[in-house]
């Protein structure tokens, strides 16, 4: 591995996390994507890795540690470096006395001896929280929202887990894929020969693995570039798909009763996984939750409308709130449809509502949830 040119780690890693979590603040950008289009020296990767993702994640809980040192508040990125300095002592258990130097070495000659003071502060208090939010390092709502959907114990142990680094997970084709997506994937169980549709395909990690079933399997997405996203990792994978359209699934332009399976994996708040999304908790609002549930709704009757009797319509999300959860499975229980609820038999998925649900904390994935129904059969047909 080679070492950075310009100095030790100590110096250098901090001040390029800093920039970089500039961007994330300033501009709105993309914790991965900030990381991935820069050009880290490889002796500082992971640190510096660890301090984006670590602070972004973390910024409300530690501005309140620095905040009561604070009179004025600092620059952006002399707060970028107190939040780096307060995570390395209370966070990453870096000793006080070297998370200090060499933050201050990494700060602008100016700015030394005010970062210098605050943090030995920081370094000599207990943290006092004065919430779970604020402890936890997530927006009031969400916290609150999360406690009444399924209760203070397990909501706090699924944002608990969510503030810990998420595990890779490489399928056999390459592909790295979060296991909870792979089991909602086996789920759909497609059979050879039958017709599959992926209503919201993009970017095409559980299209890709429906199609090493022999199935014939079509993959749609509303957005054309998420739908370009599909086909490269299919070809990437190596997957044989049927065909990939840009089409707006809540107006499919696929006749009624075409296909034996229906995959709708729809866009949602993405609460499930904060975990490899550093700065999504920030991102998203209340009002997106309620959006996005009258969304899921229109898209789970159209996927009705397209399954042949018999067929299989899968509706699956990855996050947590009951509004687009259990309460979507509501409104299908009250709809004309007929569909009927397939109950998921699976120890790995624990029940909720009529589907079934994966919490972060079950089994270090991203949180998932998914109901399966069936159309009913033709009268008469014998079946």
Not at 3 to 24: E, F, H, Q, T, Y
Request: aromatic share 4%; hydrophobic share 40%; glycine share 8%.
């Amino acid at each position: 591995m080679s070492s950075s040119p310009s100095g030790p780690v100590s110096k250098n890693a901090r001040a390029v996390a800093a920039k970089l979590i500039d961007r994330v603040e300033r501009d709105g950008a993309y914790a991965n994507l900030v990381l991935a289009s820069a050009e880290l020296p490889d002796r500082d990767a992971r640190l510096i890795t660890e301090l984006v993702y670590g602070v972004t994640r973390m910024r409300r809980a530690l501005d309140h540690l620095i905040d009561g040192f604070v009179s004025d508040p600092p620059d952006l990125t002399t707060r970028n470096l107190l939040r780096i300095g307060a995570y390395q002592i209370h966070m990453m258990d870096t000793p006080a006395y070297a998370a200090v130097s060499e933050t201050v070495d990494a700060a602008p000659r100016r700015q030394r001896g005010f970062v210098n003071a605050v943090l030995r502060r920081v370094a000599d208090v207990e943290p006092a929280w004065p919430s779970d939010a604020v402890r936890l390092s997530y927006p009031d709502w969400m916290v609150e929202q999360l406690e009444a959907d399924l209760g203070a114990t397990e909501a706090h142990a699924a944002l608990e887990q969510m503030n810990q680094p998420s595990p890779a997970t490489i399928r056999p084709d390459g592909y790295v894929q979060d296991l909870a997506s792979q089991w909602v994937a086996e789920l759909v169980d497609p059979q050879p020969g039958e017709q599959v549709l992926d209503m919201c395909a993009g970017p095409g990690g559980k299209t890709t693995a429906l199609a090493g079933s022999s199935a014939t399997v079509v993959a749609a997405d509303h957005r054309r570039h998420r739908a370009s996203l599909v086909a490269a990792n299919a070809a990437k994978t190596g997957a044989s798909l049927a065909g990939v359209v840009a089409a707006d699934g809540c107006h499919p332009p696929f006749r009624p009763h075409t296909f034996d399976r229906v995959l709708v994996d729809a866009p949602c708040s993405g609460l499930g996984v904060l975990g490899r999304r550093a700065d999504a908790r920030w991102r998203v609002g209340p009002d997106d939750v309620k959006e996005l549930a009258r969304l899921q709704a229109k898209l789970v009757r159209a996927a009705i409308g397209l399954v042949r009797p018999g067929g299989v319509v899968i509706y699956s999300v990855c996050t947590m709130t009951k509004a687009e959860t259990a309460a979507i499975d509501e409104l299908v229980a009250q709809e004309p449809s007929e569909v009927e609820a397939v109950p998921i038999d699976d120890t790995r998925w624990r029940p909720h509502g009529r589907g079934a649900l994966v919490l972060p904390q079950d089994h270090n994935t991203d949180a998932m949830f998914v109901a399966k129904y069936q159309a009913p059969h033709h009268a008469g047909s014998g079946q």
